[in-house]
């Protein structure tokens, strides 16, 4: 018996498989949920939950040893979010777990807010999260692109522009 792949297994493969050919790997994960309904973020007992959403993170080497430690994931607002929000940007909140002295380093004088900025607006519109770690850069996504509309290519052009930031002002020799 054999398992043939749907449509949509075959298009996600498709684009996992450009991001390999392009040096990235990726990885399915999740992404806190910053526009949960009431039933989402408390269970039928009364137990408060962490609502998530899943995606696949893009990562791309940063491929130098950078001088810093921590991470940060800067999320992408919602129009409407039903939970308290770091805002550290216009559209842009601080992920709950993020390393806030790493962000005011990073960002200091507001020398990164433009670069996140415009990284947001090219990215593809299902683009949840970029995050910053100390061995890759990371955009979260939730690969509704087919793979000819160039989406992939774009996140990648995207990092390397967020990579070279990192190692010019962090990276050690």
Known sequence: MYLVPNPRDKRL???RGLARAQGMSVQITTVAKLDPSAAERVSAGGKALQPKTDCAGYKLP??????????????KLPPAPSVVVNEV???????????????????AQGIASTLIEDAF????????????ERHNVVCFWQEKAKPD????????EVLESLRA???ARFGTS
């Open 121 to 132: 607006d090219r990215l593809p519109e299902d683009t949840l999260a970029i995050a910053i």
């Open 62 to 75: 940063v491929g130098k040893k950078l001088s810093v430690k921590g991470e940060v994931m800067l999320i």
């Open 13 to 15: 493969m498709a684009l």
């Open 165 to 167: 930031d990192l190692q």
């Open 149 to 156: 509309a160039g989406q992939v290519e774009i996140i990648k």
């Open 89 to 107: 940007l216009p559209g842009v909140a601080l992920s709950a777990d993020s390393d806030k002295q790493l962000w005011q380093r990073y960002n």
